[in-house]
């Protein structure tokens, strides 16, 4: 195998190392990334959609307890409104929610809660003043608020349980990811060093044998050779020329044949 092969192949090796490992690097680096957007994704909108329901449940509530005790035509429009924006509210975001379910016990906490919002609409619109209201608000609406309520931050909860475990998750991944970059990157710092030591003390070896040679050839014939460097490509090519001083050889030039000088 000719030296130039050699040397080819041993840097198309360092080569094939570094780009191993910036492939390695990409790989986890876009995995670490995508985890988390999957926790901003789907984990954090829930957490966005609960809050959202709570204040549209509290709209709602405010509503209906200030109606309760306030007839007046303005008031009444105003918590009207108020009903309105919070009943539009806490809807949108309940059906965002019911196609975002990802966590375990999840989808059991939205449909409860699809199941007693419909409760809850039907106590409102039965909210009209009254001996009768007063009873059914104490006894019925209430305790269907805070059940209400209780459920959305069940979904709360579950949620943000899932954004710490998967937090967790991103942080061992993390953590293993380091550590096989210790690994490989020390893997190929050893095979780059073998490289470097191996190829120049190959390339140095088989020069100063060959310079050797030289410098024996050289004194076998009589020839003194003179030189001050331990460049072993020097030395050869001083031997090369003093051996065609001494017997007259000349160099071929292009195209050039020992037949045309002749």
Request: charged share 20%; proline share 1%.
């Amino acid at each position: 195998m000719k030296l130039k092969t050699k040397l080819i192949l041993g840097l198309g090796f360092l080569f094939l190392l570094i780009f191993a490992l910036a492939a390695f690097c990409s790989y986890y680096v876009g995995t670490l990334g995508r985890e988390s957007d999957n926790i901003l994704k789907d984990n954090y909108a829930s957490l966005v959609y609960s809050r959202n329901m709570l204040a549209g449940l509290d709209d709602m509530k405010t509503s209906v307890t200030s109606t309760l005790y306030n007839n007046s035509d303005v008031s009444s429009q105003y918590y009207q409104k108020l009903f309105d924006s919070g009943k539009s509210l806490f809807g949108t975001n309940l059906k965002a929610e019911s196609g975002n379910i990802t966590e375990i016990h999840e989808k059991e906490y939205v449909e409860t809660l699809n199941r007693d919002y419909g409760t809850y609409l039907d106590l409102c619109s039965r909210m009209r003043g009254g001996a009768e209201a007063s009873q059914t608000y104490f006894a019925e609406f209430l305790p269907a608020c805070e059940n209400l309520k209780q459920t959305v931050n069940a979904i709360y909860d579950v949620n943000m349980e899932a954004v710490v475990r998967k937090s967790q998750l991103a942080k061992s991944d993390t953590a293993r990811f380091l550590n096989s970059m210790a690994i490989i990157g020390s893997l190929c710092l050893m095979l780059a060093l073998v490289y470097f030591w191996y190829f120049p003390v190959y390339i140095s070896t088989t020069l100063s044998h060959l310079a050797g040679k030289m410098r024996n050839l050289l004194k076998g014939l009589g020839i003194n050779l003179d030189t001050e460097t331990d460049d072993e490509a020097y030395v050869m090519l001083h031997a090369i020329n003093l051996l065609e001083n001494r017997f007259g050889i000349k160099e071929e030039g292009p195209g050039e044949t020992k037949g045309d000088r002749e």
